[in-house]
């Protein structure tokens, strides 16, 4: 990943809208960088975490 690519939280990867969104966006938006979160990766009901995780990656995008 380049340092200046913007970042782009896709949560819910395993699911069926999340899936093809990390797929269409490897092809038709290579500008950024996708980053799949699935529960495994991070529990978005743990605040903590997610405002750790969020102050590390500085997404751009939230896609939810």
Known sequence: MKEEQPRV???GPGGLIGHHLVLAAARFAPQFH???LAH???DLTDFAAVGK???ADRPRW???
């Open 62 to 64: 939230v896609v939810h």
């Open 53 to 55: 995780k969020f102050r």
């Open 34 to 36: 996708v980053i799949p």
């Open 9 to 11: 939280w896709v949560t």
């Open 40 to 42: 495994g990766d991070l």
